[in-house]
């Protein structure tokens, strides 16, 4: 079994690569989608307790739309995409600048659908790129506060209780004047993670 | 947040007298229990991730209830004087759980607490939505607030 608190360098360098792999292709999708530029950050790895990978991500307190989905396949995991909630309502006036009614109930559809296809285009990359089967769930959203968020789809999932490994990528698709970003973690299982590594020879 | 608050992480546990706000941020499938001695004006909060594990430790009800007693004990509150609260115990993502972590935790704090004999005399728990919880110790008062429901006191 892996041990994901003592991964080498090499490792930790292959694994922000796949990432930085799957958000290009998810910033792609997301492109397309809106007509407009958008820019991915170069992946964080974080590691730790719950509660110090909470921290590095945001305010606990910080409200936030979140996108949950999981993976089943060869690899296994869930991805949560987290939109500050001013973003959220930005993107999606970008996204269909004319909605006038029922506003939440399309805004909500439109960012479970926006997230659908950053997760699948994302997975499916590094599906394609390790040789192995990822077939996502439909995704979750909910609104609430980010502390609460994360802890429980980790705890709810984790198996590592309270140890996390996740892979956070950070998407900007705002004007140069008007920053606006998005969260993608990436949280794969201890088993999906050394089947990943595996399949990248890099197995100890 | 105010001088007189003070935060109390995943996994640990405070126990203070007098002007102290406690405070839990961001509280989805874990459970807070609170344990108060009114006449002493004495309170503990602990914010326990699971219902159990392989150690006894503050991130579990046992370890944390155990815990929040003996320092209250130090300050010279009998047990029998304890009355608790408990708030969290979320299923965030409906129809997503595995292992109802929320529902379990509810379940072994109650638990645990009636090993003790402590009294649970008010309870916010499950829902599907996250709280920030606010100890205050001077008159024993938890307020909850959540994004989606408001303010509430228990």
Redesign the interface.
Known sequence: MIDAKRLTPEQLDALREVANIGSGHAATSLSQLMGKKVMVRVPKILTG???EV?LKIA???D?VVSV?L?FLGDLTGRTLLLYPFEEAQELTTLLMPTVQDNVTEVQESLLKEVSNILSCSYMNSLGELLGLLILPSVP?M????????????V???GRE??FIFCVETEFDFGDAGKPLSAFFLLLPDTTSLEAILKKLNLEK | MKENELRVGIGEVQVKQGDQILVAYGVGSCVVIILYDEEKRIGGLAHCLLPSGNKNSLKYPKGAIEEIIRQMSIFGVRKNRIVAKIVGGATMFNGFERHAIGRRNIKRAREELEKHNIPVIAEDVFGTWGRSIFFNILNGEVRINSYRHGNKIL
């Open positions: 307790p719950l509660e909470i305010d606990p307190n409200v949950l999981y979750g909910i609104v609430d506060m980010v502390g609460a968020v994360l802890s429980s789809v705890l709810e999932f209780k309270d």
